[in-house]
């Protein structure tokens, strides 16, 4: 990530985040952090989840106060299909670049929204006019997720989407945490990306203020104090992949099951909206991203997760991933710590 944080530190021109996650906003506060480019750059927060937005808005306005514009788009795909979509962003993105005092085709691009075979709407817009750019892996579990079908990805580029995007000589560079996963795919950029950074107590302070309400924080605590294990859950159900029920029956197997090395608390993604029945004091509800409880040395003795990324990061002494490839194939299998 220092890496990222240094060419950014050089350019010259005014930088623009497209987010679509708390994930993405975590890494991109940390470059902005460490390349020091408050009151240079702008975060685009598209999200289609009522949850997310709220979250999203409470944080920009923080960032706000910072010198650091946001704007919070809510994704529809009605509005996009009937062309509302584009007005509203082409609108959105000269109110942006105007703040900024830029135009289009001056300013650099740090996009998180894109997937192996195009960059999603609306970053697409901005990928079309920016002078350069670099792409940063959504998350390691975005490889997981099955090829959409070919006239899905007709029907998504006929509306906007950028495909073949590797070809563009304006993006400088693929960050991806696996190289080696996307081995079967033409993206000769490809470049190590890994968010295992040190951060001063300062910048730990600042992440917390920005990421985490003073509600959550109770949250936090309970985890240094009480935590042996963790359970990540995934929006399994949300994104179409089992029925609500189905993923109630999983993720209270795993955590009947994991139970057993400790006690486990459930750390419930921001776009799970599921009900679970699980003991109150042992979800933890926090829009936070799971990434910065390793940032603030929050350690467990496992971490257990389904196709999740937040495995990778958790500072645990044993991760299990019980199935990286589970939303194509929809199974897995129980693992002995």
């Known amino acids: 990530m220092m890496r990222i944080a240094e060419?950014?530190?050089?350019?010259?021109?005014?930088?623009?985040?497209?987010?679509?996650?708390?994930?993405?906003?975590?890494?991109?506060?940390?470059?902005?952090?460490?390349?020091?480019?408050?009151?240079?750059?702008?975060?685009?927060?598209p999200a289609y989840s009522q949850k997310n937005i709220y979250y999203f808005k409470e944080i920009a306005s923080k960032m706000e106060q910072q010198g650091i514009k946001c704007k919070v788009i809510k994704k529809s795909m009605i509005r996009r299909i009937?062309?509302?979509?584009?007005?509203?962003?082409?609108?959105?993105?000269?109110?942006?670049?105007?703040?900024?005092?830029?135009?289009?085709?001056?300013?650099?691009?740090?996009?998180?929204?894109?997937?192996?075979?195009?960059?999603?709407?609306?970053?697409?817009?901005?990928?079309?006019?920016?002078?350069?750019?670099?792409?940063i892996e959504e998350g390691c579990a975005q490889r997981a997720l099955p090829d959409e079908k070919p006239f899905i990805i007709?029907?998504?580029?006929?509306?906007g989407n950028e495909k073949e995007?590797?070809?563009?000589?304006?993006?400088?560079?693929?960050?991806?945490q696996n190289k080696e996963m996307f081995s079967n795919y033409p993206m000769?950029?490809?470049?190590?990306?890994?968010?295992?950074i040190d951060?001063?107590?300062?910048?730990?302070?600042?992440?917390?203020?920005?990421?985490?309400n003073r509600k959550d924080r109770t949250e936090l605590e309970r985890l240094r104090k009480e935590a042996c294990g963790i359970l990540y859950t995934q929006p399994i159900?949300?994104?179409?992949?089992?029925?609500?029920?189905?993923k109630i029956r999983i993720y209270k197997e795993i955590m009947e099951y994991y139970s057993q090395y400790g006690k486990v608390f459930v750390k419930i993604h921001p776009?799970?909206?599921?009900?679970?029945?699980?003991?109150?004091?042992?979800?933890?509800?926090?829009?936070?991203?799971?990434?910065?409880?390793n940032i603030l040395g929050i350690k467990f003795k496992f971490a257990v997760g389904l196709c999740t990324s937040a495995v990778v990061t958790a500072n645990a002494d044993v991760r299990v991933n019980l199935n990286e490839k589970f939303l194509s194939e929809l199974k897995y299998e129980l693992r002995e710590l």
């Open 82 to 135: 009937v062309g509302l979509c584009d007005k509203e962003n082409t609108a959105i993105m000269q109110c942006v670049l105007n703040e900024l005092h830029v135009q289009r085709r001056d300013f650099f691009l740090v996009n998180y929204m894109w997937n192996r075979a195009l960059v999603s709407y609306p970053a697409s817009l901005w990928f079309r006019y920016c002078k350069e750019s670099l792409f």
């Open 165 to 176: 995007f590797w070809k563009d000589n304006r993006l400088k560079g693929i960050y991806v």
């Open 237 to 246: 159900s949300e994104d179409g992949y089992v029925k609500e029920a189905d």
């Open 7 to 45: 060419i950014l530190r050089k350019t010259s021109d005014k930088v623009i985040f497209v987010c679509g996650s708390p994930y993405h906003i975590l890494i991109t506060v940390s470059l902005i952090m460490k390349a020091d480019l408050y009151g240079n750059c702008a975060l685009i927060l």
């Open 154 to 159: 007709w029907l998504k580029c006929l509306y």
């Open 188 to 196: 000769p950029e490809l470049k190590q990306f890994t968010l295992n």
């Open 271 to 293: 776009r799970d909206t599921t009900q679970y029945d699980f003991p109150e004091g042992m979800i933890i509800k926090g829009n936070y991203p799971s990434e910065l409880l």
């Open 199 to 212: 951060f001063s107590e300062e910048e730990r302070g600042k992440l917390t203020d920005l990421l985490v």
